[in-house]
């Protein structure tokens, strides 16, 4: 699993674990339902504005070993 399917699941994994739907998220920070659904599936490149603002709105933290693989 690639860095980004990695931060997909872990998006998708709090979400649900907060019981909102992927248009519940997207409200809480001006994104479509769509867009959601493709951050949450790797189709879609995370700026770190959007990936900071979905674990905000999740009350989530996250820690990501940049260090290569």
Same mark, same amino acid.
């Given at each position: 699993?690639?860095?980004?399917?990695?931060?997909?699941? $872990?998006?998708?994994?709090a979400r649900k674990e907060k019981h909102l739907t992927l248009k519940e998220l997207g409200g809480k920070i001006g994104i479509t339902? &769509?867009?959601?659904?493709?951050?949450? !599936?790797? %189709? %879609?490149? $995370? !700026? @770190?504005? *959007? @990936?900071?603002?979905? *674990? =905000?709105? $999740? =009350?989530?933290?996250?820690?990501?070993? @940049? %260090? &290569? %693989?």
């Amino acid at each position: 699993m690639n860095l980004k399917e990695h931060v997909a699941e $872990l998006i998708k994994n709090a979400r649900k674990e907060k019981h909102l739907t992927l248009k519940e998220l997207g409200g809480k920070i001006g994104i479509t339902e &769509s867009a959601v659904a493709q951050y949450e !599936s790797g %189709r %879609r490149n $995370l !700026s @770190l504005d *959007t @990936l900071m603002q979905i *674990t =905000d709105a $999740l =009350d989530m933290d996250v820690i990501i070993d @940049l %260090r &290569s %693989r």
